[in-house]
């Protein structure tokens, strides 16, 4: 390598990485905008919208149009700070009508915010600490989520039920089975709450596939470790299952599931990143 070349690596290094820097201070701001968001429509516009008044599932259509709008802002955030090639806003997802349970994989952070900013009213089964937790917790109550309780025998009934309180008015439930952020390019062990749920109210189960190429945001990438390019993000329907092609077996499902999700995952692994170098 003559000189002329190694000067011109040089300096290609080192606007990579003076990339990566700013990439890491816009993602600072961008999450820091967001709870900040979140905290204003929690304890500010959803309590005074709430006082409009209607049934149930109509505060519920009011409060996550709002806060539907919120994520798409963030995912437009993180777009135009050059932090992540996501847009749910061109990818909405054709669920089936009525009810049914939506399952995905977890690769990253922003997974929630990207299916709920891309889906009609739907109802998310929340972590505990999360939904109790003084900054969002009335938003997530606001939203008729969830409590996931912490995993105990009783939390997990409790959760079977007001799932299917969604489901019997028509409301889509999504969960995450894995209960965490999925490995690199791999899953963890579904458990079987998400499709007893489908089998006890007798509702699809739609499997969706969310990708992210370099990993960013996930259990191995923390936020502060921006990648060289600018990640991919991206949520599509994979197939949807009925529990009555497994004779009711949610231990079935949860196999099969787990089959087609690591096959697809096998596939996508290769997908390429957008260079900004």
Known sequence: MNRGDHAARKTISM????????????????????????????????????????????????????????????????????????????????????????????????????????????????????????????????????????????????????????????TPVLIFPEGTRSPEQGLHPFKRGAFEMAVRANVPVVLLLLHCYPAVLAKTAPWYRAPATIPTHGVSVITTMAPSEFANDSKAMVAAAMRIYSSQILATSSEQPIDIS
Request: net charge positive; aromatic share 8%.
């Open 15 to 170: 606007w990579v990485g003076l990339g990566q820097l700013a990439r890491v201070a816009i993602t600072a701001l961008t999450f820091t905008g967001f709870y900040a968001g979140g905290l204003a429509l929690s304890w500010l516009v959803l309590p005074i919208v709430s006082l409009l008044g209607g049934g149930q599932l109509a505060r519920t259509q009011r409060a996550q149009t709002i806060v539907r709008a919120g994520f798409r802002l963030f995912h437009d955030a993180m777009r135009w700070g050059f932090l992540l090639h996501s847009n749910p806003r061109q990818a909405p997802l054709n669920l089936p009508a009525g009810p049914c349970v939506v399952v995905a994989n977890h690769p990253t952070l922003v997974d929630v915010t990207a299916v709920l900013a891309a889906a009609p009213t739907m109802a998310c089964v929340v972590k505990g600490p999360l939904f109790r937790g003084l900054l969002l917790g009335n938003l997530m109550r606001q939203c008729w989520h969830i409590d996931g309780g912490m995993g105990s025998a009783l939390d997990n009934a409790a959760v079977l039920e007001q799932a299917a309180q969604r489901l019997a008015v028509g």
